[in-house]
Protein backbone atom coordinates (compact mmCIF):
# COMPACT_ATOMS: atom_id res chain seq x y z
CA UNK A 1 0.00 0.00 0.00
CA UNK A 2 1.56 3.22 -0.53
CA UNK A 3 1.29 6.06 1.35
CA UNK A 4 3.03 9.32 2.06
CA UNK A 5 2.40 11.13 5.56
CA UNK A 6 3.45 14.52 5.83
CA UNK A 7 4.42 16.05 9.27
CA UNK A 8 6.07 19.40 11.19
CA UNK A 9 3.50 21.57 10.21
CA UNK A 10 1.72 23.82 12.96
CA UNK A 11 1.96 27.67 14.46
CA UNK A 12 4.67 29.44 14.21
CA UNK A 13 5.03 33.52 14.23
CA UNK A 14 6.51 35.51 11.07
CA UNK A 15 10.19 35.20 10.54
CA UNK A 16 10.46 31.83 12.02
CA UNK A 17 10.71 28.32 10.75
CA UNK A 18 9.69 24.80 10.37
CA UNK A 19 10.43 21.66 8.57
CA UNK A 20 8.32 19.51 7.17
CA UNK A 21 8.56 15.84 6.60
CA UNK A 22 7.26 13.14 3.98
CA UNK A 23 7.25 9.76 4.79
CA UNK A 24 7.29 7.73 1.38
CA UNK A 25 6.33 3.59 1.57
CA UNK A 26 4.48 0.94 -0.26
CA UNK A 27 6.79 2.02 -3.99
CA UNK A 28 10.19 3.76 -5.16
CA UNK A 29 9.47 7.23 -6.43
CA UNK A 30 11.68 8.96 -8.91
CA UNK A 31 10.29 12.36 -8.21
CA UNK A 32 8.96 14.36 -5.24
CA UNK A 33 7.17 17.88 -4.65
CA UNK A 34 5.47 20.26 -2.05
CA UNK A 35 2.34 21.58 -3.13
CA UNK A 36 0.43 24.48 -1.02
CA UNK A 37 -3.29 25.50 -0.74
CA UNK A 38 -3.93 29.18 1.00
CA UNK A 39 -7.88 29.34 2.07
CA UNK A 40 -9.81 30.31 -1.14
CA UNK A 41 -6.94 30.13 -3.28
CA UNK A 42 -6.10 27.21 -5.80
CA UNK A 43 -3.16 24.52 -5.01
CA UNK A 44 0.16 25.64 -5.92
CA UNK A 45 3.47 24.46 -6.47
CA UNK A 46 6.21 25.09 -4.16
CA UNK A 47 8.97 22.61 -4.64
CA UNK A 48 10.30 19.83 -6.03
CA UNK A 49 13.15 17.09 -5.67
CA UNK A 50 14.77 13.97 -7.96
CA UNK A 51 16.39 12.12 -5.20
CA UNK A 52 18.60 9.93 -7.40
CA UNK A 53 20.35 12.99 -8.89
CA UNK A 54 19.88 15.39 -6.23
CA UNK A 55 18.04 18.24 -8.69
CA UNK A 56 16.08 20.63 -7.02
CA UNK A 57 13.20 22.70 -8.76
CA UNK A 58 11.06 25.94 -6.75
CA UNK A 59 8.53 27.81 -7.83
CA UNK A 60 9.67 30.68 -9.80
CA UNK A 61 7.03 33.48 -9.66
CA UNK A 62 6.55 36.66 -7.57
CA UNK A 63 7.74 36.54 -4.22
CA UNK A 64 9.18 32.99 -4.61
CA UNK A 65 10.19 30.88 -1.79
CA UNK A 66 13.29 30.30 -3.55
CA UNK A 67 15.99 31.32 -1.07
CA UNK A 68 13.77 30.80 2.22
CA UNK A 69 12.44 27.28 1.82
CA UNK A 70 15.35 24.14 0.74
CA UNK A 71 14.02 21.09 -0.62
CA UNK A 72 16.01 17.76 0.24
CA UNK A 73 15.26 13.90 0.81
CA UNK A 74 16.53 11.55 3.26
CA UNK A 75 19.36 8.76 2.90
CA UNK A 76 17.07 6.13 1.86
CA UNK A 77 15.34 8.22 -0.38
CA UNK A 78 11.88 7.43 1.16
CA UNK A 79 12.22 10.86 2.98
CA UNK A 80 11.52 14.43 1.30
CA UNK A 81 12.09 17.40 4.08
CA UNK A 82 10.88 21.35 3.53
CA UNK A 83 13.17 23.28 5.77
CA UNK A 84 10.98 27.03 5.92
CA UNK A 85 12.97 29.88 7.17
CA UNK A 86 11.91 33.53 7.34
CA UNK A 87 8.40 32.80 7.21
CA UNK A 88 5.28 35.22 6.29
CA UNK A 89 1.73 35.29 6.89
CA UNK A 90 0.90 34.53 2.95
CA UNK A 91 3.50 30.97 3.55
CA UNK A 92 0.15 30.10 5.54
CA UNK A 93 -1.28 27.15 3.78
CA UNK A 94 -1.94 23.41 3.92
CA UNK A 95 1.27 21.83 2.41
CA UNK A 96 0.87 19.15 0.68
CA UNK A 97 3.44 16.00 -0.37
CA UNK A 98 3.71 14.68 -3.96
CA UNK A 99 5.01 11.65 -5.49
CA UNK A 100 5.50 10.44 -9.14
CA UNK A 101 6.45 7.52 -10.51
CA UNK A 102 8.06 9.09 -13.75
CA UNK A 103 9.66 11.79 -14.59
CA UNK A 104 8.78 13.57 -17.76
CA UNK A 105 11.75 16.47 -17.89
CA UNK A 106 12.00 19.38 -15.60
CA UNK A 107 9.26 21.62 -17.62
CA UNK A 108 6.83 19.32 -15.62
CA UNK A 109 7.75 18.87 -12.47
CA UNK A 110 5.54 22.06 -11.31
CA UNK A 111 2.48 20.35 -12.64
CA UNK A 112 -0.57 18.78 -10.49
CA UNK A 113 -0.88 16.25 -12.75
CA UNK A 114 2.83 15.35 -12.92
CA UNK A 115 2.18 13.40 -9.48
CA UNK A 116 0.23 10.36 -8.71
CA UNK A 117 0.08 10.16 -5.08
CA UNK A 118 -0.40 12.40 -2.37
CA UNK A 119 -0.42 13.08 1.23
CA UNK A 120 -3.06 14.17 3.62
CA UNK A 121 -1.72 17.59 4.05
CA UNK A 122 -0.27 19.43 6.97
CA UNK A 123 -1.54 22.94 8.19
CA UNK A 124 1.31 25.74 8.22
CA UNK A 125 0.26 29.17 10.09
CA UNK A 126 2.12 31.95 10.20
CA UNK A 127 1.43 34.27 12.73
CA UNK A 128 1.90 38.10 11.62
Not at 31 to 48: L, N, S
Not at 83 to 109: I, P
Request: include cysteine; hydrophobic fraction near 35%.
Amino acid sequence: QVQLVESGGGLVQAGGSLRLSCAASGRTFSTYAWFRQAPGKEREFVAAIRPSGGATYYADVADSVKGRFTISSGNTMNMVYLQMNSLKHEDTAVYYCAASTAYRGRWFVSAQNEYNYWGQGTQVTVSS
